[in-house]
């Protein structure tokens, strides 16, 4: 078995795994870039492979595994309805299994194995590459989201951390950009969802500072704070999620005045009906349900 540092390395790195868990323990993106720097830790890699659908992450995601060197395996998701809900499936942890097993049987070189997951999916592969193969195994996941069992079963662990130094302050620029895109511009389908909220403020012309990661930041700050809500409605083709803008929200508030815009005479949306309403309403003025303070943005900043 290899050394610490020493022989070739294989990266496989269950992308839609790491990257929400980022979202959902540190609030925000993952660098993309540091992953290889994790792996190179444990020795020279030689293979480096990222499974996601794309198409469900934003295109700055893909840019920086090809700038850092790892192959991105594109694994479209599968949509299919039941009981009339839209549902997805996706096959990418399979490819994952597959291309592992494949390195093991034909890359023999291939010494140590950083598999980047949290999903206890991986252990048999684990304990099949190493107890064949004699190979070593080290799980980095991202703290809090990583089956005990997987550790267990690969013996080793060098877990993601987020990176130094990031602040909520730091992202107000781009929020205030953001927040005011979405109050002047009406896109051409009429309303927003948060893929189309991200490719806007990607889009120079659009003024939002900041790198793609920023942006993306800015935006998940945007939702876990009340900035944005979302609800969903059924469109002539199928049911969306449409986001949208809180003006009832202070911070919200203090950029509409800023930039000298009005205000939404109807800035509240009713969660059982949809309706519009004023602000500080307590009904509903088409259904009747009570509206909560929280509804219209009581909450602080």
């Known amino acids: 078995m290899q050394g610490a540092g020493t022989g070739e390395v294989g990266l496989f790195i269950d992308l ?13 993106e993952p660098n993309v870039s540091a992953f290889i720097e994790k792996a190179r830790k444990h020795g020279r890699v030689s293979v480096a492979m990222a499974y996601a659908d794309f198409n469900e992450h934003p295109q700055w995601v893909r840019r920086g595994l090809d700038v850092a060197g790892i192959t991105a395996r594109d694994v479209p998701v599968r949509r299919f309805v039941r009981e009339g809900q839209e549902r997805l499936k996706s096959s990418a942890d399979l490819h994952m299994l597959m291309d592992i097993m494949e390195t093991a049987l034909d890359r ?15 252990i048999r ?39 130094q130094g990031f602040t909520s302050d730091s992202l107000i620029t781009s929020v205030e950009a953001i927040a005011l895109m979405v109050k002047r ?31 993306s930041n800015a935006i998940s700050y945007m939702l876990r704070n009340g900035l944005m809500r979302r609800y969903k409605t059924v469109t002539d083709v ?5 986001s949208e803008l809180n003006e009832c929200h202070p911070m919200v508030r203090r950029f509409i005045i800023s930039s000298g815009l ?29 509206i909560a303070p929280a509804d219209w943005g009581e909450q602080p900043a």
Request: net charge negative.
């Open 16 to 28: 839609e795994n790491i990257r929400y868990s980022f979202l959902n323990v540190y609030q925000i």
């Open 108 to 122: 023999p070189q291939v010494g140590t194995y950083v598999l980047m997951t949290g999903d206890s999916d991986y």
């Open 125 to 163: 592969v684990i304990t099949w590459i190493k107890n064949r193969f004699d190979k070593r195994v080290i799980i980095s996941g991202v703290p809090g989201t990583i089956s005990a069992d997987l550790v267990a079963a690969a013996g080793e662990a060098d877990h993601l951390e987020a990176g």
């Open 185 to 215: 511009c009406v896109p051409p389908t009429g309303f927003w969802t948060i893929r189309l909220i991200d490719q806007w403020s990607r889009d120079s012309r659009n003024g939002v500072p900041g790198s793609d990661p920023d942006k």
């Open 238 to 242: 199928r049911e969306v999620t449409i």
């Open 262 to 290: 009005e205000f939404d005479p109807l800035p509240v949306r009713c969660v059982e009906c949809n309706t519009r309403n004023v602000a500080e309403t307590p009904q509903c003025a088409e259904c009747g349900c009570t």
